[in-house]
């Protein structure tokens, strides 16, 4: 057990955080700084005194009383070790026995249901919420990395005034004064700060708020909202309102610049309902066909059957020339082939109710239209596509964060509250909020961290994680979720509604009596229903009904010109938004699908205008606009659109923490005006410097090995069994076969569904306690991920075609790493697995080298010796099921065998045999496009092993004879016939 | 030519060369023995607690059931040590004053809990599994020893691998009926070899599945 | 008698191996056996003279090589079928092929401990105090010398000084026990 | 007169005692000449740096070296197969040329065989070095432990423990055997009283009896005839832990007789590298004669063309394979990142080596020792090439990568041969470099013939 049974030793806390380097449990030191803190953990509970700063409150005692018992599991034991045992056990704990919640995570402001695995109080590991709409069970990377977040020791800790550490009810005195100053103008010169939310009962409250000062000022600042769409269908319907794309019910999609599998609120549920229209099955001969133009690389188009990269500012006239061929408006020239139009205008008219054209959000209100006008000549309405009230709050009468600062900058705001956004960071370039902030004499920051916001405002108060708050929150389509608390707040955050509260006030509302009275008075929810709402983690009958549409679409007449010059496409990281997730190692290391690029951003440019500028990989080049400038390196990404340089939000900053500050460069002071997504006049130049381009895979051809084998629906339809026939003639094998009376278990991985999102990799990450690394391990080729996504173009390097292929361990029936271990580390299993014993091994890497796969991961450093009591808050993240591997020792995937014994022990106590289905990796289970199937090849029934007995599929390298027991459907696509002479197809 | 060495160097020499070969072979034997004494695994060895707490008076004397306290032991992987309120349960009653149950009162009011010395745990980077071996028949007094004679807590096997090993690959002789497996009193009836056969058939008890690295080490 | 009794022997030097060689075998023709030579390197032609023999050392290498190659792989097999049966990588449990290995190996290192032993053994090896270093020129490699020994215990030790001399030794000793 | 015994191993007629006398007088007259200290001083502050270096590795981790996945493998592995290279040449001259009874070898046998002791200890250190846990080396032998717990015997690292453990204790043996006599010549020789103890004991009470000779010299045959398959073997299996293996560049069955050759080769060149030195600092050249130095180097230019037609054979059948993998991984060592070291390799093994036909190339002993330290650093690369560029480029190009050598790795590889040079120093400088008794019992012969 952790030798931390002695009292939190701040000297030798203080020796290893210095010494450590930049490191997330450095700030321990100011953590153990506060002398209230280090008296109370003294005498509360000494083996998690390194661990935790919480509010001395019943709730939370026990609960980290009971973590202290589970961190059992995590290390060896010594002799005379002790143990802590609850003083008064909560009914529904057992220790050893995790425990379930359902609940919501906010991404940007918009819910994903999440069921949250809890040991004894610890939340460990977030998995998709089978029953609510936008995660249908499934995750993403954001989700899975969600209890890194809640445990990170560098989320604010207290509340501060001028950094001096206050307390809570300093910060309500500091409220009250602030009511007495504005209470007798209607709140004349306060203004208040939201970023964005869909939560009904904060909207009550904000609502409530504006009522009771009808002159405040409401800003909602979220840097990555894009209003076309918003305007158009304004114009449209006269109402607010918001797309909603009905995949599943598509044949023909069109995308234009939409990356509706990467990005939105709705990217989970979209991922689902496009892969089931995608992946052939036994039978089936047809296949939704989607088209992607987009101005930057992304998983949408690599998914596409038909992509061209474009400039986003040729985006409008290539939906005009679509929209002729429509019949709606006139034809324009556009940067796509006609005859690719017309191809796909006859394949949408083809498809009439099924056809659905999406348009990107950053695309402008004259795009949103045309596309509005197509889906309308298709027919497509309450088909492919409905249209819902927008589910997030945007009362009228709210004000730019431009013309707040104006107003502050005139001196007109006399007091600003933030209330979790980060504006001194996300303002665009022409928009000074710090310098125009100091003119505000009363300024209260409310956030997670202390970022560049909290530091510039007098007052700051933590906000507390989605984990340990009570809050309400609606998804994509309008559903609505409770957010139920799984831990009391570990650093003593508050929940936005009891700042909301105060403001109104009420000094001493509790978060979850706000809630509770919204949803009885307003939401109508009784007890029972409450109840089932929690338990569910989704308020039935809250789901937005689509608007009836009978409004005449309207035509937009003018079509911008595209931009001339180098253009600056602006896209939001797809894990750290924008930016608010920077302090997050998991998600810094975690490979950005397509680039492969980990801790950190770079410049995209296309092969051709590298070559153009005399660009190499590596060249820092320096982007302006006027007096705003950012340096970072060049990545040349084969399919980028040319003349184009994309570059990413939400890094460079340099207030969010030990791990994010100074990764990558600051796009935001880049924007000005309306020029948010696609930034024109910018100035390039080619900086001196080079800085390396941190990527997890270096070589990116295929180099015409059969690795991942694709074919089209024709080539399907005409010889289902294509991928099986480019097999070698299966060669037998001198060894005698070993019996497998039991389960067989093995893995099928369908190449087809399988959009390269990255959750697996990350839910892997969160379930089997592997470590991150640093960008310089990663440099080095030390990254430890078990599960990696290898991304492959095929054909030219201007419009290649895009392959992903999830690679785990192939658990081999004749496994080349197990013969040459000299100490017996890594043998087999009765049900053929694969085991690595960690504690075994002496780390000759002889496994790794004799491995064809490449799939093992080495200790190659000691890379989390916070397990070994050094007591980090990140002890408490691991998962107790799974053993930490210290330095020196091969780990790899193991099937989640945790997951396995637990289901084999449950079957064992029912006397059942184990169900198909029972047991799921976390890589199958956080799949968005359910591409990973995971069972008993041995049972009939199982699907897994139907699967494997489908022409579809084939095992990597089988050639090499070491028979997989993972297996891969191959890569079907369905390219437009008319099409196929015109750009090489996706299927290279 | 004079002689370098006194004639006895002969006799040294060899008396030399005797004993580094038997020291060898001491040692060597001698290290393999000591791993396995009591003195290294802490067997039988009675381990200081904070309250001297006698499973022989409880289980023994007054007759709890083993699940009284350790309530986990059937649905969980942890059998449990009890919170300070399942103490408290009886003696908030009796021995309300005793000197010996301070520390329990104290942790009660406090709220701090007792810091019970660890005396049964497998060994590193194992995963133990309570309530599977309860349920295949396995007792606990079979690995904790006869704790209704233990005044205080004591190991009664190493719990070594070798020793968890004994059991796995050969489980048979160590079963009793699922229904006895709390009975520390139970005493095996004449035709207990047929019974723990027929148990073993029945409850699927397969030694080729019990030896896997991964049934303990993830 | 008595002076004879006090000594372990007597030895006659010669400069080079032939004379020592010719010398040993005058004596031993003239009936001489208890004899043996001293010479700082292998004079192989005395040992048909003398009937040096080795006999049981090739027999003691073989044996060792033997005995260690047969118990290399049956310590193999033992952990590999009894003590602790294993599914490595699908392969048979009595992969003799890559055991062979290892079975070689073990002969070898039996083969040349024995031999070593053997030989040390056979000498009686370690010997630091011996009565030919009592003889007073006697040296092993201090000078040309080569010396041929006449033991007391041979029969006709009385008259092994005079015979010695009669084959041309340099110097002849007493060398006392 | 002169001319006529040019040719011969022992030059001029020295009698036996001026032989015993030169060659003792090297270890016990104590004056030695100030180049031989500053030369020890030299190799022992590299020695200090080896030291420090471990220190280092174990305290921090191996990923301190220039490894990552797929590139798990580097330097330390390098090592072990070059170092036990060079330990090959001691036992061939020592063992496989006294079975051919090649009289040649007596000079030259004693310091090779100290040098096959010391480069295969090296050799044995870096196994340990490589692993992520080295304290856990002992696991890869049979011990009676309470987990139950065996070696895994089928790995080749097994095979190599085994092989490289018996190859030190029976070349201690040998070593040893030859020794004896010796010593107790020094003994004998020795005049101050420490000295005369101190060989005394290790002598045993040699004294030369024509009984002991007998049962000396048919072991020493015997071990001698052991060791020649065992040395064999050694390199062997060394290669196995390549050859076993499925990494494209690995997996050939050409590996066992090109290793061995090459260790022969790296391992003459080590013998070259050391007594060309040590016959002009002692003026050993009566014993060490041109001769010696003519045989050696013929020998090596044999092995070194075996070596060349290895890397013939292994990229011919790289191409012939027709496999993608290994035609690939073919013209990654020939064009790939780590081409540089292959075509350094080349010139160094096989462009230098040409030289060696020609007489007056093998007489100029400045030119041989530079090609001598030439080919030493060739082998090092042909070992280093062969160890990464394999796994560098295997089967799935989504998983290729390259590791950069950090100055560890370099540390530890200086610190190696300083340390390995530092106690060759000694050695010269406590016993006797040159059997003693086996070039008398040679001169002998040669006077008498």
Same mark, same amino acid.
């Given at each position: 057990m952790s030798a931390t049974a002695e009292p939190l030793d701040l000297a030798r806390l203080r020796a290893e955080a210095v010494e450590r380097g930049?490191?997330?449990?450095?700030?321990l030191e100011e953590l153990a700084d506060t002398a209230a803190f280090r008296e109370y953990l003294h005498n509360e509970f000494p083996r998690l005194a390194a661990r935790f700063d919480i509010a001395p409150d019943r709730r939370g005692v026990l609960k980290l009383m009971a973590a202290s018992l589970a961190m059992a599991g995590l290390t060896a034991c010594k002799k005379a070790d002790h143990i802590a045992p609850y003083v008064d056990k909560p009914a529904d704990v057992t220790p050893g026995r995790a425990l379930h919640y359902a609940t919501a995570l906010s991404i940007g402001g918009y819910g994903f249901g999440a069921i949250v695995e809890s040991h004894e109080g610890r939340p460990t590991k977030v998995e998709g919420n089978p029953?609510?709409?936008?995660s249908l069970g499934a995750s993403d990377a954001i989700m899975q990395a969600a209890c890194l977040g809640l445990y990170?020791?560098?989320?604010?800790r207290t509340p501060t005034k001028d950094e001096q550490a206050m307390s809570w009810d300093a910060f309500l005195g500091e409220v009250a004064a602030l009511r007495d100053e504005i209470g007798n103008r209607e709140g004349a010169g306060f203004a208040l700060m939201i970023g964005p939310i869909t939560s009904p009962s904060e909207a009550w409250l904000i609502d409530r708020l504006r009522a009771a000062y009808p002159r405040m000022l409401l800003c909602v600042h979220d840097?990555?909202?894009?209003?076309g769409e918003r305007t158009a269908l304004q114009q449209v319907f006269g109402r607010a309102t918001a797309t909603l794309p009905r995949l599943g019910q598509a044949d023909v999609i069109v995308s234009l610049d939409a990356d509706f599998l990467g990005e939105g609120p709705g990217r989970l549920a979209h991922a689902r309902a496009f892969s089931s229209r995608r992946i052939v099955r036994d039978g089936a001969t047809t296949m939704a066909r989607l088209y992607a133009i987009e101005s930057t690389p992304t998983i949408t188009g690599a998914s596409a059957d038909h992509r061209w990269a474009v400039r986003g500012s040729a985006v409008p006239a290539i939906a005009a020339a679509l929209a002729a061929r429509l019949g709606l408006g006139a034809d324009v020239n556009a940067p796509v082939p006609s005859a690719a139009l017309d191809a796909i205008a006859a394949d949408l008219r083809k498809a009439a109710g099924t056809g659905l054209v999406v348009a990107g959000p950053h695309q402008s209100a004259d795009v949103h239209l045309q596309v509005h006008a197509m889906n309308a000549s298709l027919g497509s309405?309450?088909?492919?596509v409905d249209y819902i009230p927008p589910p997030d709050y945007r009362p009228p009468g709210a004000v730019s964060l431009g013309a707040l600062v104006e107003q502050m900058r005139r001196g007109a705001v006399t007091a600003l509250l933030v209330l979790d956004a980060n504006p001194a960071y996300?303002?665009?370039?022409?928009?000074s909020f710090a310098e125009a902030l100091v003119k505000v004499p009363r300024t209260m920051h409310v956030g997670r961290y202390v970022d560049a916001t909290a530091k510039a405002s007098r007052w700051h108060v933590p906000l507390a994680h989605d984990l340990e708050r009570w809050g309400d929150i609606r998804a994509f389509d309008g559903t609505a979720s409770i957010i139920q608390p799984l831990v009391q707040p570990l650093y003593g955050g508050h929940a936005a509604s009891e700042v909301l509260s105060a403001l109104l006030g009420?000094?001493?509302?509790?978060p979850l009596d706000t809630l509770r009275t919204y949803w009885r008075e307003?939401?109508?929810?009784d007890d029972a229903a409450w109840r089932a709402a929690i338990q569910r983690g989704v308020i039935s009958g809250t789901t937005s009904a689509p608007v009836v549409s009978n409004a005449a679409p309207v035509l937009s007449s003018k079509v911008n010109p595209a931009g001339t010059g180098i253009e600056v496409r602006v896209v939001p990281d797809p894990w750290l938004r924008a930016g608010?997730?920077?302090?997050n190692a998991w998600l810094q290391e975690l490979p950005r699908?397509?680039?492969?690029?980990?801790w950190g951003n770079a410049a995209l440019v296309a092969p051709a205008t590298a070559g153009r500028l005399q660009l190499a990989s590596g060249d820092v080049v320096r982007v302006a606009r006027d007096n705003n400038a950012i340096e970072l390196p060049v990545s040349i990404e084969p399919g980028h659109p040319e003349e184009v340089i994309t570059i990413a939000l939400g890094?460079?900053?340099?207030?969010?923490g030990q791990v994010g500050n100074g990764v990558g460069a600051n796009a935001f002071p880049l924007r000005a005006g309306e020029a948010l997504w696609f930034l024109d006049g910018l100035s390039v130049s080619k900086a001196e410097a080079r800085a390396a381009v941190v990527t997890t895979q270096h070589h990116h051809s295929m180099?015409?090995?059969?690795?991942?084998r694709n074919g089209t629906l024709a080539e399907y339809v005409a010889n289902p069994t294509f991928a099986k026939d480019r097999e070698p003639a299966p060669s037998g094998t001198l060894y005698p076969p070993w019996p497998s009376r039991e389960e067989a278990w093995a893995m099928v991985i369908d190449q087809t569904a399988c959009?390269?999102?990255?959750a697996c990799v990350s839910a892997c990450q969160a379930e089997n306690n592997i470590p991150t690394v640093g960008v310089d391990e990663v440099a080095n080729g030390?990254?430890?991920?078990w599960l990696r996504v290898d991304r492959y173009y095929t054909g030219s390097v201007d419009n290649p075609g895009v392959v992903f292929q999830p690679v785990p361990?192939?658990?081999?029936?004749?496994?080349?790493c197990e013969e040459v271990c000299p100490v017996n580390a890594t043998v087999h299993t009765h049900d053929g697995l694969n085991a690595q014993i960690y504690n075994r091994?002496?780390?000759?890497r002889y496994c790794s080298q004799n491995?064809? &796969?490449?799939v093992r991961r080495f200790?190659?450093?000691? &890379?989390?010796?916070?397990?070994?009591?050094?007591?980090?808050?990140?002890?408490?993240?691991?998962?107790?099921?799974?053993s930490v591997r210290s330095r020196g020792v091969m780990e790899k995937c193991t099937y989640c065998v945790q997951r396995i014994e637990r289901g084999r022990i449950e079957a064992e106590l029912a006397?059942?045999?184990?169900?198909?289905?029972a047991v799921t990796p976390a890589c199958a289970q956080a799949c968005p496009t359910q591409a990973i199937i995971f069972g008993?090849?041995?049972?009939?029934?199982?699907r897994v092993r139907r699967l494997h007995e489908h022409p579809l599929d084939y095992a990597l390298l089988a050639e090499l004879n070491t028979r997989p027991r993972t297996t891969y459907l191959a890569r079907v696509s369905n390219p437009n016939p008319a099409l196929a002479k015109l750009e090489e197809p996706v299927h290279g | 030519m004079p002689q370098l060495f006194r004639p006895r160097a002969n006799a040294l020499a060899r008396w030399i060369v005797l004993l580094a070969v038997i020291g060898t072979i001491f040692l060597g034997t001698g290290a393999t023995f000591y791993l396995r004494s009591d003195f290294d695994t802490g067997v039988n060895h009675p381990l200081a607690q904070p309250v001297p707490f006698s499973h022989q008076h409880h289980?023994?004397?007054?007759?709890?059931?083993?699940?009284?306290?350790?309530?986990?032991?059937?649905?969980?992987?942890v059998a449990g040590i009890p919170p300070t309120e399942v103490c408290m349960t009886c003696h908030s009653q009796i021995w309300t004053n005793a000197a010996v149950l301070a520390p329990v009162r104290e942790s009660f009011a406090s709220g701090k809990p007792i810091a019970w010395t660890q005396v049964n745990h497998v060994a590193d980077y194992v995963f133990f599994n309570h309530a599977i071996h309860v349920a295949k028949?396995?007792?606990?007094?079979?690995?904790?020893?006869?704790v209704d004679r233990m005044p205080l807590m004591m190991r009664?096997?190493?719990?070594?691998m070798e020793w968890c090993l004994g059991c796995h690959r050969n489980p048979t002789p160590y079963l009793r009926p699922p229904a006895d497996v709390?009975?520390?009193e139970w005493s095996p009836p004449q035709d207990i070899a047929a019974m723990q056969a027929a148990l073993a058939s029945h409850e699927k008890i397969d030694p080729s599945k019990m030896t896997d690295c991964y049934v303990c080490h993830r | 008698m008595t002076a004879r009794s006090k000594l372990y022997g007597v030895i006659g030097a010669y400069r080079e191996p032939e004379p020592l060689v010719s010398a040993a075998r005058t004596l031993r023709d003239a009936g001489y056996a208890e004899l043996d030579a001293f010479t700082?390197?292998?004079?192989?032609?005395l040992d048909a003279i003398l009937q040096?023999?080795?006999?049981p050392l090739p027999l003691l290498v073989l044996a060792g090589g033997i005995f260690g190659a047969v118990a290399s792989y049956a310590l193999i097999l033992y952990s590999v079928m009894v003590d602790y049966p294993i599914d490595v990588g699908g392969?048979?449990? #009595?992969?003799w092929p890559a055991y062979l290995v290892l079975a070689f190996e073990g002969g070898v290192l039996g083969a040349a401990l024995a031999g070593f032993v053997g030989m040390l053994a056979l000498n009686r090896l370690?010997?630091?105090?011996?009565?030919?270093? #009592?003889?007073?020129?006697?040296?092993?490699?201090?000078?040309?010398r080569f010396y041929l020994l006449v033991k007391?215990?041979?029969?006709?030790?009385?008259e092994a000084r005079n015979a010695l001399r009669r084959t041309g030794a340099i110097l002849v000793e007493e060398v006392a026990p | 007169m002169a001319e006529a015994r @040019? @040719?011969?191993? $022992?030059?001029?007629?020295?009698?036996y005692p001026e032989i015993t006398g030169r060659i003792a007088s090297i270890v016990l007259a104590g004056r030695l000449p100030r180049i031989f200290w500053l030369g020890f001083l030299g190799f022992f502050a590299l020695m200090l740096l080896f030291l420090f270096a471990i220190a280092y590795l174990v305290a921090a981790? $191996?990923?301190?070296?220039?490894?990552? $996945?797929? $590139?798990?493998?580097?330097t330390m592995i390098t090592n072990v197969v070059w170092w036990i290279g060079i330990g090959h040449a001691g036992t061939l001259i020592s063992a496989v040329l006294l079975l051919f009874r090649q009289p040649w070898r007596n000079s030259i046998n004693r310091f090779a065989e100290a040098m096959t002791l010391l480069a295969v200890a090296m050799a044995g250190l870096f196994p340990i070095l490589h692993?992520?846990?080295?304290?856990?080396?002992?696991?890869l032998l049979p011990l009676p432990n309470t987990h139950m717990h065996w070696p895994q015997w089928r790995s080749p690292l097994v095979w190599d423990f085994a092989a490289i453990a018996t190859y030190i204790v029976v070349s201690l043996l040998f070593w040893y055997m030859g020794l004896i006599p010796d010593l107790a010549v020094l003994r004998d020789r020795a005049r101050s009283r420490g000295a005369q103890v101190f060989y005394g004991l290790l002598a045993l009470?040699?004294?030369?009896s024509a009984f002991h000779w007998k049962r000396h010299q048919t072991v020493y045959f015997l071990l001698a005839a052991i060791a020649t398959p065992l040395v064999v073997s050694v390199h062997s299996v060394v290669s196995l832990d390549f050859a076993? @293996?499925?990494v494209p560049g690995y997996h050939?069955?050409?590996?066992p007789p090109y290793f061995v050759a090459g260790a022969l080769y790296s391992g003459f060149a080590m013998v070259l590298t050391i007594a060309i030195p040590l016959r002009a600092a002692f003026g050993l050249r009566d014993f060490i004669t041109q001769r010696h130095i003519d045989n050696g180097v013929k020998v090596m230019l044999a092995a070194g063309m075996l070596v060349a037609y290895g890397y013939l054979s292994e990229t011919f059948f790289s191409w012939y394979s027709g496999t993608p993998y290994d035609r690939y991984e073919l013209f990654a060592r020939f064009l790939g990142p780590y081409a540089p070291c292959f075509w350094i390799m080349l010139a160094c093994n096989v462009g230098a080596l040409q030289?060696?036909?020609?007489r007056r190339v093998r007489n100029n002993m400045a030119l041989l020792f530079g090609i001598a330290l030439v080919i030493n650093v060739g082998m090092w690369l042909e070992r280093f090439v062969i160890v990464v560029s394999g796994p560098a480029n295997?089967?799935?190009?989504?998983?290729w990568n390259t590791a950069t050598l950090t100055w560890l790795d370099f540390a530890l590889l200086f610190g190696s041969l300083g340390t390995f040079f530092a106690l060759m120093f000694l050695f010269v400088r406590i016993l006797p470099a040159i059997s003693i008794f086996e070039v008398a019992e040679e001169a002998h012969q040669e006077g008498a013939a």
């Open positions: 930049p490191q997330f449990w450095r700030s029953d609510h709409p936008a990170d020791p560098e989320r604010s840097p990555l909202a894009a209003d309405f309450g088909l492919a996300t303002a665009p370039g022409d928009v009420e000094y001493s509302a509790s307003i939401g109508g929810l608010e997730y920077a302090n699908p397509l680039s492969k690029i980990v890094f460079g900053q340099s207030a969010i180099e015409g090995r059969d690795i991942v959009i390269g999102c990255m030390h990254e430890m991920h361990c192939m658990h081999c029936e004749e496994a080349p091994c002496v780390g000759t491995c064809p &796969y490449k200790n190659f450093l000691d &890379y989390q010796p916070f397990a070994e009591g050094t007591g980090s808050p990140l002890a408490a993240l691991m998962n107790p099921d799974v006397d059942q045999p184990i169900a198909d289905g008993n090849r041995n049972d009939p029934g199982s | 289980v023994a004397g007054l007759g709890l059931d083993c699940r009284y306290c350790h309530t986990g032991v059937e649905t969980s992987a028949g396995v007792a606990c007094v079979t690995c904790h020893g006869e009664a096997h190493p719990m070594q709390f009975d520390p | 700082p390197f292998p004079v192989p032609a040096t023999r080795a006999t392969r048979p449990l #009595n992969a370690p010997t630091y105090y011996h009565p030919i270093f #009592n003889a007073p020129s006697f040296t092993f490699a201090r000078d040309d007391s215990s041979d029969a006709k030790f009385a | @040019a @040719a011969t191993l $022992v030059r001029g007629d020295p009698g981790g $191996v990923g301190k070296l220039g490894l990552n $996945v797929p $590139v798990v493998w580097g692993l992520g846990r080295p304290w856990f080396f002992y696991w009470g040699w004294r030369g076993v @293996a499925i050939s069955t050409i590996f030289l060696l036909w020609f295997d089967f799935l190009p989504s998983a």
